[in-house]
């Protein structure tokens, strides 16, 4: 029951790492930010080991909202980081050439559900606005009908839209793979040195390793454990329902609860990690009855019917101090992507590129984005 939606479907697996070698570069972890780099990199005729745990998109990245949104979790109107802003909204528009089918571009709503969230959610559309970014605003009686009932209104982000997280990331490891990079399932790196990653018995010696485990980050390197959180956040689907209600993605009570209907009906539905937000600190990604209880609530005041519930699953999220991610060189030949705070779909493909054009020799001006949390970690 607790496999994701997302990743219950066939498989072709990677085998497992079963003797040493020598590659150029070693990336730990097959998420969406290992891959894109790895796909970078081999492109460019790097030679490129992942090193994945699980499976591939067996952590945040086959296990998520499916939200492909622009932007980060810091919020907009606090911090104007335009430059951020533009750097997402680029990778989202190579979304439907990686992603395929497995992309919907069909923007994105946010909604209300008070007062107060309404002049927050305003605020964010005119700093966007303003700053020239695409946004439009929506009454409470534009809303879709099944919102209205809870809603005052909100808006909407016209690039944004709905990823298929398991097939996203198979797919993003079959481009990677094509362009030349081997990738090992089934291999947990135990040990990351200058010039070398241990995955148990085998020894990957290597130029450069980037590390792109996100909120699975505990153990990998000690840096991160100090600056990055991990925190479980839980989802279910529900069997498909008879009609469709939900064309976009919808995010409410500032992101705390989030949904988006699959093209076979289903409602894919996350959130209320702030109803136990302590022991949601956590990097067991494994999910609770109260939680789901919770959750399987709030969809069947949404749907006005108690849902029937075909799948649960938790995974974990990567938090930072200022909610930004740590992207780059934390050691000389050790590089780091990861901390997304929760919203890494569309920065983990843009942040995994930053760090294969840094090792390419060619750093993005972007890469400037992240200094300070990557200096911040460093000492
Ligand atoms: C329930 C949930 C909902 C979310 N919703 C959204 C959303 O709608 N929109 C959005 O933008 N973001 C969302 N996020 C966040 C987003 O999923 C992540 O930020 C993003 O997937 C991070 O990708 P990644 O590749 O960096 O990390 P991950 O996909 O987590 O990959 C890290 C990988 O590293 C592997 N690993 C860890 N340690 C080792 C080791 N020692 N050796 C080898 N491998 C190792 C893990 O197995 C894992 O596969 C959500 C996250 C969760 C959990």
Redesign the pocket.
């Given at each position: 029951m607790s496999v994701p939606y997302w990743l219950d479907l066939p498989n072709e697996a990677y085998p497992p790492l079963d003797a040493d070698e020598t590659v150029d570069v070693a990336v730990?972890?097959?998420?969406?930010?290992?891959?894109?780099c790895a796909r970078v990199l081999a492109a460019a005729g790097v030679r490129v080991r992942v090193?994945?745990?699980?499976?591939?998109?067996?952590?945040?990245?086959?296990?998520?909202?499916?939200?492909?949104?622009r932007g980060g979790a810091e919020p907009y109107p606090a911090t104007r980081a335009r430059e951020l802003w533009a750097l997402t909204e680029g990778a989202l528009a190579r979304l439907p050439e990686l992603a395929g089918d497995a992309f919907r571009h069909v923007g994105s709503l946010r909604v209300a559900a008070s007062d107060e969230e309404l002049a927050a959610v305003r605020d964010e559309h005119d700093a966007l606005r303003e700053d020239g970014f695409a946004v439009e605003w929506v009454e409470a009686g534009e809303l879709p009908p099944l919102l209205r009932p809870h809603f005052l209104g909100g808006l909407r982000n016209p690039p944004d839209g709905a990823?298929e997280?398991g097939r996203w990331?198979r797919r993003l490891a079959a481009l990677a793979a094509r362009a030349g990079a081997a990738i090992a399932e089934g291999?947990?790196?135990?040990a990351v040195e200058p010039g070398a990653v241990r995955?148990g018995p085998h020894t990957v010696s290597c130029g450069a390793v980037v590390v792109?485990?996100?909120?699975?980050?505990?153990?990998?390197l000690p840096e991160l454990a100090a600056a990055i959180r991990p925190a479980?956040?839980?989802?279910l689907a529900t069997a498909p329902l008879t009609e469709r209600h939900f064309d976009a993605?919808v995010?409410a009570r500032e992101g705390w609860d989030?949904w988006q209907q699959a093209p076979d009906g289903r409602l894919l539905i996350?959130g209320w990690r702030d109803a136990e937000l302590e022991r949601e600190f956590t990097s067991v990604?494994e999910p609770t009855p109260t939680l789901q209880a919770r959750i399987e609530e709030f969809a069947g005041r949404l749907l006005g019917s108690p849902p029937s519930v075909t799948h649960r699953?938790?995974?974990?999220?990567?938090f930072t101090e200022d909610l930004r991610p740590l992207v780059g060189e934390l050691r000389e030949g050790v590089w780091v992507?990861?901390g997304?705070?929760?919203?890494?779909?569309?920065?983990?493909l843009a942040?995994?590129e930053l760090v294969a054009q840094a090792i390419l020799g060619r750093p993005a001006p972007e890469l400037e984005l992240f200094e300070a949390g990557v200096e911040r970690a460093r000492n």
């Open positions: 730990v972890g097959g998420g969406v930010t290992g891959l894109a090193l994945e745990a699980r499976g591939v998109g067996g952590g945040a990245s086959g296990r998520n909202g499916g939200f492909a949104l990823l997280p990331a291999t947990r790196v135990t995955a792109a485990t996100d909120g699975y980050s505990d153990g990998v479980r956040a839980q989802m993605p995010y989030y996350g990604d699953w938790a995974g974990l999220l990567g992507s990861a997304y705070s929760g919203h890494g779909n569309v920065l983990a942040c995994g």
